[in-house]
């Protein structure tokens, strides 16, 4: 009796300090970098229209009908709620996301701990998670973006069904409906994407009879087509031509189109995963690939040929898609942890078999410090690079104006191109919920402002030339100045 409560006392400690470990790189980063000039931008400004409007299933840019991200709305009222709770600012922003990034790691671990009943497994999954450099950053869990919480019911539907077909219950082919709806919600079509993967393997478990003759299958698509056709035909009477739009944009668009000139070819992904995206682990996942077939645990074999089918058939589909973004391959990661993680704990359950004397617990632990040490120190690294010097142009302006808002007048004069600066304008709205009031100006109008700030060297080097003026450095990032200008008069 004692040594099971040392023992339970022993796995609360490794959870607490667990937790901890998997909740920094999620949290303590949001807001190194400012928001990203293109989607995570257009997100935020979706996100503060709505919230100043009030919550609706149609989102809105720059007061007017959203018809360039025609994406769903969940995410985004995950956004305002969270604008409503901690302010209008880039953490609260990318608060839900990395929320869901962090709920996934502990999802894999509750679906290791009570379903197959292995603990360190479930550690050894979310490490791998947490470390993949690609599920952290580029429109991952440290971002406004949708992949990530895309990934968390897309992993959410898919174990659910592993779990169905192993049980015959229910209640796990509810959840398997619960995740698709939400995975539509976030992402549309993209949550679609491991459909082809279910049916294979339903095949393969000669399981496609039972299931026909399941009637909680067909309330479930009933219930799907209710929920997802109501949302496409209210938001279309609220929003003319947005069928077509998301026909255009997420469907055959996109699948037989490059979209906006993105495209790659058939190694795009390949390689992206090998040298970038999955580089911490590439090499163990290849190795665990094809050893994992000769894994002697019936529960690990069935989980490692379910996560290879996943991953084969996402991945051709994204690859035969004329489309190629490199966050297209998120969805993966999960079962690329897994896949590892399998091999990870077939080494720790051939050690502790060994008869010299090791327990569990620090077999487990020095399988952590080995194998995850590293990568974890990369990916903290990873995420606290501050702004390149290529991306100034369009993030100096917003990286000055959040850090310094307690600093600022309450009236700037900030000149910049009149062209697509979303993540200026969001700042800007963010400013002025502090009371501050920021008024974005062109060129042609500088005759008619007294002061204002700029970081745009075409510009600056155009008014050395044609003005007489007072010059004031004000902010300096990696050899790019921001400069105040006042009393400009003509030569």
Not at 198 to 207: A, E, G, P, R, V
Not at 216 to 232: A, K, P, R
Not at 346 to 371: A, C, E, H, W
Request: charged share 20%.
């Amino acid at each position: 009796m004692i040594l099971s409560q040392k023992s339970k006392l022993v796995k609360i400690i490794i959870i607490g300090l667990w937790l901890i470990i998997i909740a920094i790189p999620f949290f303590c980063f949001l807001e190194v970098l400012t928001l990203r000039i293109f989607d995570e931008s257009r997100n935020a400004n979706n996100a503060f229209e709505m919230y100043k409007s009030g919550l609706s299933i149609a989102t809105t840019y720059e007061g007017k009908p959203e018809l360039w991200n025609t994406k769903p709305p969940l995410l985004i009222w995950l956004q305002v709620i969270s604008f409503h709770l901690f302010g209008v600012n880039a953490f609260a922003f990318r608060l839900p996301v990395a929320s869901l990034g962090f709920l996934t790691c502990v999802g894999l671990f509750l679906f290791s701990f009570k379903h197959l009943k292995y603990f360190w497994h479930g550690i050894f999954t979310s490490l791998v998670l947490v470390t993949s450099l690609g599920f952290m950053k580029t429109h991952g869990a440290t971002t406004g973006d949708f992949d990530v919480p895309l990934t968390f019911f897309t992993t959410l539907y898919c174990l659910s069904y592993f779990l169905y077909i192993k049980h015959k219950e229910n209640k796990f082919l509810v959840l398997f409906f619960v995740g698709l709806l939400f995975s539509i919600l976030t992402k549309s079509a993209a949550g679609l994407l491991f459909l082809p993967a279910l049916f294979i393997f339903t095949i393969y478990k000669k399981f496609l009879f039972q299931l026909l003759q399941n009637k909680t299958l067909y309330l479930g698509i009933f219930f799907l087509i209710v929920f997802i056709g109501g949302y496409y035909i209210i938001r279309d009477n609220l929003q003319p031509n947005y069928i077509k739009e998301v026909i255009e944009n997420e469907y055959t668009g996109r699948y037989n189109t490059p979209q906006e000139g993105n495209k790659g070819g058939f190694d795009y992904y390949f390689k992206l995963i090998k040298n970038h995206r999955f580089f911490n682990w590439f090499y163990l996942l290849f190795i665990s690939f094809f050893l994992g077939f000769f894994n002697k645990n019936k529960k690990l074999w069935d989980l490692h040929l379910f996560s290879c089918i996943l991953i084969i058939s996402y991945f051709i589909v994204i690859t035969l898609a004329k489309t190629k973004l490199e966050w297209y391959d998120i969805p993966m990661y999960p079962f690329f942890s897994i896949i590892i993680a399998n091999f990870i704990y077939m080494l720790y359950d051939f050690i502790s078999k060994q008869n010299i004397g090791f327990r569990k617990t620090p077999i487990g632990l020095t399988l952590v410090i080995l194998f995850f040490t590293f990568p974890y120190i990369k990916v903290l690294n990873f995420l606290s690079e501050e702004e390149k010097a290529v991306y100034l142009e369009h993030h100096l302006m917003p990286k000055y104006l959040s850090e310094n808002s307690s600093f600022l007048p309450d009236s700037v004069n900030v000149l910049f191109h009149s062209g697509y600066k979303p993540n200026l304008l969001f700042y800007s709205r963010a400013l002025q919920e502090e009371g501050k009031s920021i008024n974005f100006i062109n060129y042609d109008e500088i005759d008619n402002y007294n002061s204002f700030i700029v970081n745009n060297k075409t510009y600056i080097d155009s008014i050395e030339k044609n003005y007489d003026f007072k010059k004031k450095k004000i902010y300096e990032f990696k050899n790019v100045p921001i400069y105040k200008f006042e009393n400009l008069k003509k030569k």
